[in-house]
Antibody, heavy 119, light 110 residues
Framework: EVQLVQSGAEIKKAGESLKISCKAS????????IGWVRQKPGKGLEWMGI????????RYSPSFQGQVTISADKSTSTTYLEWSGLKASDTATYYC????????????WGQGTLVRVSS | SVLTQPPSVSGAPGQGVTIACTGN?????????VHWYYQVPQTAPKLLIY???DRPSGVPDRFSGSRSGASASLAITGLQREDEGDYYC???????????FGGGTKLTVL
């Protein structure tokens, strides 16, 4: 069974750095793309980017390019989403998600990580 | 949002509703597939329809998808109270080189 388990909620201050995680199980981690989606409070879904753990090929949405870093660790089957300087506007729930075997859509989702940033 | 959805739709139990998703020549109109998700607030989204009109196992056949030109639709028949929630369409946009979501549609079962 494919499972994506995300790290817990975070409360941070503006300017601080943060790295949240998404641990995958139930499949061969290196062979499937895995992405991140942002959802601000009361708002819709926003695609942030996606990584192929096999070779670390990473694609970013233009809206998030340079704002976050997506990485993956094959040894622990974990994907990361990282900020070097948080802003209050980064307050949101972040989901990791994985496509099916083929196709550009997300079939499996993590439970979400709430990030609150105070100014 | 790059893909446009109505903010809300509603229907009585047992009736049907349709949710539209309008794109342009860089996404749906460029023949990229459309996918649909369902989300109960404060929970993770769930895949409802993929590749325009395919249903993952476990999704009732009351849900169906279609695509025509630069638009797509999600149809729900035989509305049930548990269908209430937010529905999102998603596709790929070649001008952005990015996956894109619609703004979401809130379904209320009256």
């Amino acid at each position: 069974e494919v499972q994506l388990v995300q790290s817990g909620a975070e409360i941070k201050k503006a300017g601080e750095s943060l790295k949240i995680s998404c641990k995958a199980s139930g499949y061969y981690f290196a062979s499937y793309w895995i992405g991140w989606v942002r959802q601000k409070p009361g708002k819709g879904l926003e695609w942030m980017g996606i990584i192929y753990p096999g070779d670390s090929d990473t694609r970013y949405s233009p809206s998030f390019q340079g704002q976050v870093t997506i990485s993956a660790d094959k040894s622990t089957s974990t994907t990361y989403l990282e900020w070097s300087g948080l802003k209050a506007s980064d307050t949101a729930t972040y989901y990791c998600a994985r496509p099916l075997s083929s196709g550009w859509f997300f079939a499996y989702w993590g439970q979400g990580t709430l990030v609150r940033v105070s100014s | 949002s790059v893909l446009t959805q109505p903010p809300s739709v509603s229907g009585a139990p047992g009736q049907g509703v349709t949710i539209a998703c309008t794109g342009n020549s860089s996404n749906i109109g460029a023949n990229y597939e459309v996918h649909w998700y369902y989300q109960v607030p404060q929970t993770a989204p769930k895949l409802l329809i993929y590749a325009n009109d395919d249903r993952p196992s476990g999704v009732p056949d009351r849900f169906s998808g279609s695509r025509s030109g630069a638009s797509a639709s999600l149809a729900i028949t035989g509305l049930q109270r548990e269908d209430e929630g937010d529905y999102y369409c998603q596709s790929y946009d070649s001008s952005l080189s990015a996956w894109v979501f619609g703004g979401g549609t809130k379904l209320t079962v009256l």
